[in-house]
């Protein structure tokens, strides 16, 4: 029984390897093949800009106000901690 078993999970082990043998060169040279792409950066950009102001683009709560990634104002505490922080690295580089 245990030949039996061992026999049978061996044969499962090559057919599931042999499944998978394709090379990572393959894969790579189908996929480059297949994302072949006619468009120009601009145009795809201009596209996406389009379909925005369409709505015609998926949002959800995650992305639909892009406020989140605009820089924020440095108040007076941190734009004097940069000052230090560029007038220490200075002096080190000076001695």
Partial sequence: MKIQ???????????TGAAFAQSEAEFDLAFRKQAA???????VKADTVAARAAGQLDTNEANQDIAYMAPRAKNGKVQAQMAAKKQDAQDKTAN
């Fill in 37 to 43: 792409s006619t468009l120009t950066r601009e145009q």
């Fill in 5 to 15: 078993s061992i026999l049978v999970s061996t044969a499962l082990l090559i057919a």
